[in-house]
């Protein structure tokens, strides 16, 4: 399996302007998490997906940030208008349901987001 | 929210030396998971070990291992026989096993292998 796939890997935008983070969970996982790293707050999870359906979203910092799980195979992170607070690391990580044995979190390589 | 805590913020070992990495929990739930993820400067954050908490016994993989002390509410992770691949952020983590399936974080120690 290629694992979570993220794109993209590298994003710098201005201020103002929207951005769209984009996911690809393993196949087969029906969880999948968005989660921020910042120096500030460290690792933190902004929402979380069960077969599709949003589950919590009550880490997303505010409405400008929305995600989306249209499918079972991709995800979306969308942030507008975006701002420079906004920079940091966004993961995507997918994994099976509780009970499977198989619950662990795997993590995609990230995108570093940086608004200038 | 369950809350993770990593005290040492740096740790530096020797290269083929061992270092331990402390971290607590504080959680009212019996059953859960813990973990250790490994973050080295590329970013990825690569599993290292996990844990089931009605598990008694220590998980190992190979030179990583773990005390959990579920009465401590503690998770240390051993790494022997340091190499310097080993260099990087280490992340605990915790999941619990009944309806909040999100990952927990603590704040990360970073450990320095020294050749």
């Known amino acids: 399996d290629a694992g979570v796939i993220q794109s993209p890997r590298h994003e710098v935008t201005e201020m103002g302007q929207e951005v769209t983070l984009r996911c690809k969970p393993i196949s087969g996982h029906d969880y999948l998490f968005w989660y921020r790293q910042t120096m500030m707050r460290g690792l933190e999870l902004l929402i979380y997906f069960n077969n599709n359906v949003p589950i919590d979203d009550s880490g997303m910092p505010e409405d400008r940030f929305s995600a989306k799980m249209p499918n079972a195979s991709f995800s979306t992170l969308k942030i507008q208008p975006s701002e420079p607070r906004d920079s940091a690391v966004y993961f995507c990580?997918?994994?099976f349901g509780a009970g499977t044995g198989q619950e662990t979190q795997y993590f995609g390589p990230g995108t570093r987001l940086l608004v200038l | 929210a369950q809350t993770v805590t990593q005290s040492q913020p740096e740790m530096s070992v020797q290269e083929a030396e061992t270092v331990t990495l402390s971290c607590t929990y504080d959680t009212s739930e019996s059953d859960y998971y813990l973990f250790w993820y490994k973050q080295p400067p590329s970013r990825q954050m690569i599993l290292v070990i996990r844990q089931e908490a009605y598990k008694q016994q220590n998980a190992t993989e190979n030179r990583f291992s773990v005390n959990f002390q579920k009465a401590a509410k503690s998770f240390s992770l051993k790494i022997s026989d340091s190499q310097l691949g080993d260099a990087a952020m280490y992340f605990c983590?915790?999941?619990?096993?009944?309806?909040?399936?999100?990952?927990?974080f603590g704040a990360g120690t970073t450990v320095t292998v020294r050749a």
């Open positions: 990580a997918s994994s």
């Open positions: 983590a915790y999941r619990s096993a009944l309806g909040d399936y999100k990952l927990s």
